[in-house]
């Protein structure tokens, strides 16, 4: 496995954002890295940009929008094409104001058998989540806005816990993947547990979806398939 870290930004138009979001991981990025774009837009505003702008940068564009979770796994296998272990995947308007790769990649080199990392940033916006001085999370799951995974553990065990379910479209996807790596026996952590510096921004949460015409139908239909794979797979809380 490649010692790079892989970063994927996953976008739906608004070419600008994704120009803020480059800039910011080639200002602040120490690490050796791999940079990929994956395109959702129906329109060719973020490939032309990419074009003139990113031309080092693997750009992945889909013939049409295929939502949170099929998104992530062409990413993922992006990356495991290149040989890279541990992969970023983050929204089009998140920026870096540090080095935040390095300090996710140091949770895993911490804490081996960690599957996610997100950052605190993320967790505010899913209520009374709590975490330990390790980070790891409680209950064990997070927004992925801007986290890094770990391929060995999406690898690992049985077949329906690998990568990001497909039935998925753009909710619940993030909770689920994170769940999946807790039954595994991974951990779910933060990379700021303490008073460490926010090394992230979120411009816009939920920008993209905010924009998708029929999101509350889909939220309802997340729902139930979260609940039946809860029930299938054993997540924490939800199995009964």
Not at 70 to 81: D, G, I, V
Not at 141 to 146: K, N, T, Y
Not at 181 to 202: F, W
Request: glycine share 8%; net charge positive.
């Amino acid at each position: 496995m490649s010692e790079r870290i892989g970063i994927g930004v996953l976008c739906y138009g608004q070419a600008d954002e994704v120009a803020r979001n480059v800039a910011s991981v080639r200002d602040h990025c120490r690490r050796d890295y791999a940079l990929a774009i994956f395109d959702n837009t129906e329109s060719d505003e973020v490939g032309e940009w990419a074009r003139h702008h990113a031309a080092d940068v693997a750009y992945v564009r889909s013939p049409y929008n295929v939502g949170c979770a099929r998104s992530r796994n062409r990413l993922a296998a992006t990356f495991a094409a290149m040989g890279i272990r541990y992969f970023i995947v983050q929204d089009q308007d998140v920026r870096w104001a540090g080095d935040a790769g390095a300090a996710m990649r140091a949770v895993f080199a911490r804490h081996p058998k960690t599957g996610v990392v997100s950052w605190r940033l993320a967790i505010k916006q899913m209520g009374n989540h709590k975490w330990d001085k390790t980070g790891q999370l409680s209950p064990p799951e997070s927004p992925g806005m801007c986290c890094m995974y770990d391929m060995e553990e999406l690898r690992a065990g049985a077949v329906p816990l690998q990568g990001w379910c497909p039935e998925y479209f753009a909710f619940r996807f993030d909770s689920d993947r994170c769940f999946c790596a807790h039954v595994k026996g991974y951990g779910v952590r933060i990379a700021d547990p303490g008073s460490e510096p926010n090394l992230v921004r979120h411009d816009h949460p939920h920008s993209a979806v905010k924009r998708y015409p029929w999101m509350k139908h889909e939220q309802a239909r997340s729902r139930a398939i979260f609940a039946r794979r809860a029930k299938e797979l054993g997540f924490p809380g939800f199995a009964n």
